[in-house]
């Protein structure tokens, strides 16, 4: 039999479910009627113009993909510096953990501690309060509500008497003091089921400590001996008879104090003592300290010349080294610089004030090239010092003038004065503006000079533990006596401003005013003047002897200048008619105007023929004779600021540098270059060497090739020059100059 036809229905059905399925989002259209016979329609493919065309080779070809565990979006090529290689370097690892979602939780066991804190405070039940009935009831959820099924229990409870009450109550009190099995009592500790040990593994570890911050064991020592009744005895009858002596002693008063005082005095030494040793030991940290803070301008003091010398032969220059301040000092000004003859890196420097308006105390203060942070020796004084010398034999003791007119020795290891004038004993009315330490006289007695404002020069003589005095002479005016009320006349004084005696004669000295008269003198006249020159129009404020030539010194002035003079040998009828002084010649050999006020001038040590000199301006002035007679070699400005004053200059007896101070409290060092310290040439002194041409060109040759003899320069091995050699060879090139601006009869005399 044929097959039946599928009912219309059934047909419709399944026309209508295919037309559904075509959505409005798929790439086919419908074309015609949605009845039952649409899908006998044809479909068109909708594409954009630019779609790719594949073929099935292409269509058919793989792809080969491959998951890594690496994050496409970590960076790449990170660039770090590196301190250790002190470079930037490229990163090698990158971190490839990529976090997709992360959510903190806020869940917590149950039996914990914290959980069981938030339930108590809800009023949630414990477990253990709420235990399962053997009947199979279930216990209520954690929020209170009942379970499904439970709601007509729940209402039928609800509904009993108040006479069932009190049972259940009782039933509950029951259960809750007897817990079932698994469960614990309300308030009972539970352990950390996440961190638990037993009591037994949780002793405490005695920590590791230090050795040295445990204290030593009290000592220890055997002891034996046996105790009986009449040893016991016998210790009593020895403290008794100890008691009975002392109370027969009868008490001398005052022993008490001394011995306070003995105590004291040895608590002080033992003080002192200490402090020695710590300030010896840091005073050697802080020079090695200062070693290296300072290096750069150590290696410029020891080894640094200036190469610039090589190319200019009539100039030279000062290098700045170490400047050396106190910050109690910075309101005075430096009156007074001296090296010290046996440590040649140690300098004194006074401080005070040339201002009367301005006067208050002064200082003393001890500088150290090693040290030039900080003062090696400090000494405040009650009146400002206006001058210092330490002694040539005895570096330790230092004289000292104030500007109260007192004078006063003091000695390096102590703080207060060995030995100060007063108004009993010759003090000074004026301030005293140099010292001067002499020979000891023919009982080995220390002495020394000063000379003051008041006119006089005062010979003072350390003799035990005295200070005794004895005027040497009186500057008075000639030709200014003054009248008094009853008629009687009274010499006009002149103030004395500067001093110093002769190298070789030390019965010899010139004595500079503010008159600017120089006064040549001697200690075996008191009464009279061997000579004098007016030297300059205003004050001066210093002469000096030539340290090699005996008849040549040197003046500076506030007339702005400053001259070279010479003594000539001159013989004076007298009564024994053998005895001859030095006159002096009544015009200067040379004179130099700096333009400004000169505050000192000082003679070089390494040549007859080189000068410096300071002025009121902040410049330095050095001179070389034997280079050019007429203009410095160097003109340095060595005041950092303006309207500062420079007061003092003095060189060093063996090293290169020089010194300067100003009325700030500064003391500047410099270094001085190769140009401006140039030593004699031997070889011009003999005859042989100077006549013959060949001898001549060889030996300038060799001194081209080796630098010249030039004073801090010379060569290891070489042999020293004779001392008297030397004096002689820069006495004659000293002389050799002063032929040119000598007078004729000058020279023959």
């Not at 090696?376 to 004084?381: F, G, Q």
């Not at 002035?557 to 005895?579: F, G």
């Not at 950092?640 to 060189?651: C, G, N, R, S």
Request: with cysteine.
């Amino acid at each position: 039999m044929p097959p039946k036809a599928a009912p219309k229905s059934k047909q419709g059905d399944l026309s209508r479910r295919r037309a559904t399925r075509i959505k409005d989002g798929d790439d086919m259209t419908d074309m015609g009627d949605t009845d039952g016979d649409d899908w006998m329609n044809t479909k068109t493919l909708v594409k954009p113009d630019d779609q790719l065309d594949l073929n099935d080779q292409e269509l058919k070809e793989e792809f080969t993909r491959i998951l890594t565990a690496n994050n496409p979006h970590a960076p790449q090529n990170i660039v770090r510096y590196s301190f250790k290689e002190r470079q930037y370097k490229q990163t090698s690892h990158v971190d490839q953990l990529a976090i997709h979602f992360a959510l903190d939780g806020n869940m917590l066991h149950k039996e914990s501690d914290e959980a069981k804190r938030q339930m108590a405070k809800l009023g949630i039940p414990d477990s253990g309060e709420v235990a399962g009935s053997e009947g199979g009831e279930t216990t209520p959820a954690a929020g209170g509500a009942p379970a499904e099924g439970e709601e007509g229990k729940d209402e039928t409870s609800a509904t009993q008497g108040e006479e069932a009450e009190p049972a259940k109550e009782g039933e509950q009190r029951e259960e809750a003091g007897t817990p079932g099995p698994g469960t614990a009592a309300k308030g009972e500790k539970l352990t950390n089921q996440f961190n638990y040990s037993e009591r037994a593994s949780q002793t405490y570890n005695n920590p590791y400590r230090e050795r040295g911050t445990a204290t030593e064991p009290p000592p220890r020592a055997t002891f034996a001996s046996n105790v009986t009744q009449w040893e016991i005895a016998d210790a009593y009858h020895e403290d008794f008879e100890k008691q009975e002596k002392s109370k027969e002693k009868k008490t001398i008063p005052g022993r008490k104090e001394e011995e306070k005082t003995r105590k004291k005095l040895t608590i002080t030494e033992t003080q002192g003592d200490d402090i020695s040793r710590i300030s010896k030991a840091t005073k050697i940290v802080e020079r090695m300290v200062n070693q290296n803070t300072y290096d750069d301008i150590a290696q410029d003091f020891k080894y640094y010349e200036d190469p610039s010398d090589e190319y200019r032969d009539n100039e030279g220059t000062m290098l700045p080294l170490w400047r050396f301040s106190y910050e109690k000092a910075k309101k005075l000004a430096v009156t007074s610089l001296c090296w010290n003859p046996m440590y040649k890196d140690l300098f004194a420097a006074s401080y005070g004030s040339y201002d009367f308006m301005k006067q208050g105390s002064g200082m003393i203060l001890f500088f150290s090239l090693k040290n030039p942070s900080f003062a090696e020796y400090i000494y405040e004084t009650d009146s400002g010092v206006m001058c210092l010398d330490v002694h040539p034999e005895h570096p330790y003791m230092v004289a000292i003038g104030f500007y109260d007119g007192s004078v006063g020795v003091y000695n390096v290891q102590k703080k207060e004065p060995v030995h100060r004038c007063t108004a009993k004993n010759g003090k000074h009315t004026d301030p005293v503006w140099q010292v001067r330490w002499q020979k000891d006289d023919l009982e080995n007695n220390h002495n020394f000079y000063s000379v003051s404002s008041d006119g006089r020069i005062v010979h003072w003589t350390i003799i035990k533990n005295e200070l005794l005095f004895e005027d040497v002479i009186t500057l008075t005016l000639p030709g200014a006596a003054g009248e008094g009320p009853d008629g009687t006349k009274v010499n006009t004084v002149g103030c004395g401003t500067a001093f110093d005696f002769h190298r070789k004669n030390d019965y010899l000295f010139l004595v500079g005013t503010e008159e600017g008269k120089i006064h040549q003198c001697s200690k075996a006249y008191s009464s009279q003047f061997l000579d004098t020159v007016d030297a300059h129009n205003m004050a001066v404020y210093k002469v000096r002897w030539n340290p090699f030539h005996p008849r040549i010194y040197i003046t500076c002035s506030a007339d702005w200048t400053v001259k070279i003079w010479e003594v000539s040998s001159k013989t004076t009828a007298d009564k024994s008619e053998t005895s001859s002084v030095e006159a002096q010649t009544k015009k200067p050999l040379f004179t130099f105007d700096l333009n400004n006020s000169v505050g000192d001038v000082a003679w070089a040590p390494y040549s007859s023929t080189v000068f410096a000199a300071v002025t009121a301006d902040g410049k330095m002035f050095v001179y070389d004779l034997n280079i050019n007679k007429y203009e410095p070699l160097c003109e340095q400005m060595v005041a950092q600021k303006k309207k500062t004053k420079l007061t003092h200059v003095e060189f060093n007896p063996k090293d290169p540098i020089i010194i300067v101070g100003d009325d700030r409290g500064n003391v500047t060092s410099l270094k001085i270059s190769p140009n401006l310290r140039k030593m004699p040439k031997p070889y011009l002194e003999d005859p042989s060497i100077v006549n013959n041409p060949i001898k001549l060109l060889y030996y300038e040759l060799l001194d081209k090739c080796e630098g010249g003899p030039v004073f801090g320069m010379e060569k290891k091995g070489a042999p020293p020059m004779d001392p008297k050699q030397k004096e002689d060879n820069e006495i004659a090139k000293l002389d050799k100059i002063l032929s040119m601006v000598r007078e004729p009869n000058e020279d023959k005399k």
